[in-house]
Structure formats: structure tokens, C-alpha cells
């Protein structure tokens, strides 16, 4: 079985500060990693993911995350966020063996002016 | 082309009553995916389907829910005898292996039991 613990349920940052969001991990099999966003009362989208290949991975609006297999993490980051990045972020994990995603409780994001 | 839709966006129903949920995945996406978000337990898998047959329940909190996909295309999520608790949004997401299997999410049906 695979979970996914994001650490932070709340980050606020003020706007143009670098921005860490923490997702760990679990599983007994290989997995793929993604993060996701939901923009207030809109679906979730895909923000960047993991499959194989370069461990530092970016995605849209500038966010990238890395891939640390020995510390079982995938952190998303971003040097310097807008007031547009508030929105609730999820790090989710699929074993290769599946089709369906494990999503941690997520991480809601707050950026003040 | 269209996203993943979904209808009704908010139902409001009363404790004990069925309700149907619907899902019109992306055109040519072989699979579909439902999920579960509510208070305190974040986004839940409830259930997949690849074509019309559906190889993952496991998600399925009881038997109270049942689901169900014609034709390739739609699937119907149904919660009979709604209790309290399943008040949640549930979302529903369509992939294909020519799209690498990405999950496009449609944008939640938001289901409130009185």
C-alpha cells in the first residue's frame, strides 16, 4: 500500500518569497509522483509529476520539485510566488502496478501582498 | 477539446434519499477514475474504470455506493440511502494511455446531505 503525508497543512508567504511545500511518501513497490492544484472552487490540475529519468522536474507557473528516493520525498518549490499561486496544493503518488492515485490531505497555500 | 464535465455541480438532498452523480469523461479516454474530497479526510479513490468494467473498488466506503459506466463513455455514481458523512465534492478524472495516462479532473459535483 502507498500514503502520502504532506507536513504542512498551512503555508503563508508573503509575495516575490521562495516557497517550500514538503510531500514524504510511502510505498513497498515504485511509484510515480505528482502534484496537483486546486484554485479556489475550480478541479484540481496537474502542476508537474515524477515518472522516470531526471530527478528535478518542473512544472507550470514556475514550480519545480525533485525527487529524493532516499529520503522518500518530493517537495515542491518555487522562487518567488504570486499573489495568483493561493490555491490548496496535493503531492499524490501512483505505484506502477495501478491506475489510481493516493493523495495527501494537501497544503493550502496563502500569499500575501 | 471539452473536459472532463460533470452534473449536477451542488445537490442538496435529504438524509436517506438516492442520489446519481454524473461524469462525461474527455472523448476517447478509456479510463475513469472517481474520487472522494471531504473535511478531515483530504481526496479519496473510490473507484476505476478501464472501459465499462471496473477492475478497482476498493475504495467504496460501503455497499451503499454503487457505480457504473455504459458505453465506454459516462458513468453514473450512486449513493443510495445518503447518510450525513457522504457529504463531500466527488470528482471524477478520464486518462489515456495516449495522453501517458495523465488524470484530467472534471470539476466536482459538491454533495450536501441534510
Known amino acids: 500500500a502507498q500514503s502520502v503525508t504532506q507536513l504542512d497543512s498551512q503555508v503563508p508567504v508573503f509575495e516575490e518569497a521562495p516557497v517550500e511545500l514538503r510531500c514524504n511518501y510511502s510505498?513497498?513497490?515504485?511509484?510515480?509522483l505528482f502534484w496537483y492544484v486546486q484554485y479556489p472552487n475550480q478541479g484540481l490540475q496537474l502542476l508537474l509529476k515524477y515518472l522516470s529519468g531526471s530527478t528535478l522536474v518542473k512544472g507550470i507557473n514556475g514550480f519545480e520539485a525533485e525527487f529524493n528516493k532516499s529520503q522518500t520525498s518530493f517537495h515542491l518549490r518555487k522562487p518567488s510566488v504570486h499573489i495568483s499561486d493561493t490555491a490548496e496544493y496535493f503531492c499524490?503518488?501512483?505505484?506502477?502496478?495501478?491506475?489510481?492515485?493516493?493523495f495527501g490531505t494537501g497544503t493550502r497555500l496563502q500569499v500575501f501582498p | 477539446g471539452a473536459g472532463v464535465s460533470q452534473s449536477p455541480s451542488n445537490k442538496v438532498t435529504e438524509k436517506g434519499k438516492d442520489v446519481e452523480l454524473r461524469c462525461d469523461p474527455i472523448?476517447?479516454?478509456?479510463?475513469l477514475y472517481w474520487y472522494r474530497q471531504s473535511l478531515g479526510q483530504g481526496l479519496e479513490f473510490l473507484i476505476y474504470f478501464q472501459g465499462n468494467s471496473a477492475p478497482d473498488k476498493s475504495g467504496l466506503p460501503s455497499d451503499r455506493f454503487s457505480a457504473e459506466r455504459t458505453g465506454g463513455s459516462v458513468s453514473t455514481l450512486t449513493i443510495q440511502r445518503t447518510q450525513q458523512e457522504d457529504s463531500a465534492v466527488y470528482l471524477c478524472?478520464?486518462?489515456?494511455?495516449?495522453?501517458?495516462?495523465?488524470?484530467?479532473f472534471g470539476p466536482g459535483t459538491r454533495l450536501t446531505v441534510l
Open positions: 510505498s513497498s513497490v515504485s511509484v510515480y
Open positions: 472523448s476517447g479516454h478509456t479510463a
Open positions: 478524472a478520464s486518462s489515456s494511455r495516449d495522453a501517458g495516462n495523465e488524470q484530467f
Open positions: 499524490a503518488v501512483r505505484a506502477m502496478n495501478t491506475d489510481k492515485l493516493i
